[in-house]
Nanobody, 114 residues
Framework: QVRLVESGGGLVQAGGSLRLSCAAS????????MAWYRQAPGDQRELVAS???????NYDESVKGRFTISRDTIKNTVDLQMNALKPDDTAVYLC????????WGKGILVTVSS
């Protein structure tokens, strides 16, 4: 059974940094791609960053230059380094993996205060 568990969220001031980590219960190299999404209250879920099994990355325009996604196939984790955080980054961040089926973590709250 595939489980994705997020960690590293919390409260940070604007301009600060946080590092989110998603731990998978299986070998992540099996997934076609993994990603971080976020959902703010009242908003739709949106893609923040993704990484393929060939380490190709993709970022939403709003986070380019500030966020970095990476994966560790030994630890079976996918991390999201978030720098220069803004209040608009406040949301629940969810880990996603795809291998013919979509898998989701439960999400973790990131709050950026102004």
């Amino acid at each position: 059974q595939v489980r994705l568990v997020e960690s590293g969220g919390g409260l940070v001031q604007a301009g600060g940094s946080l590092r989110l980590s998603c731990a998978a219960s299986v070998d992540i190299s099996r997934f076609t791609d993994m990603a971080w999404y976020r959902q703010a209250p009242g908003d739709q879920r949106e893609l923040v960053a993704s990484i393929t099994n060939k380490d190709n990355t993709n970022y939403d325009e709003s986070v380019k230059g500030r966020f970095t996604i990476s994966r560790d196939t030994i630890k079976n984790t996918v991390d999201l380094q978030m720098n220069a955080l803004k209040p608009d980054d406040t949301a629940v961040y969810l880990c996603h993996a795809y291998r013919g089926v979509n898998y989701w973590g439960k999400g973790i709250l990131v709050t950026v205060s102004s």
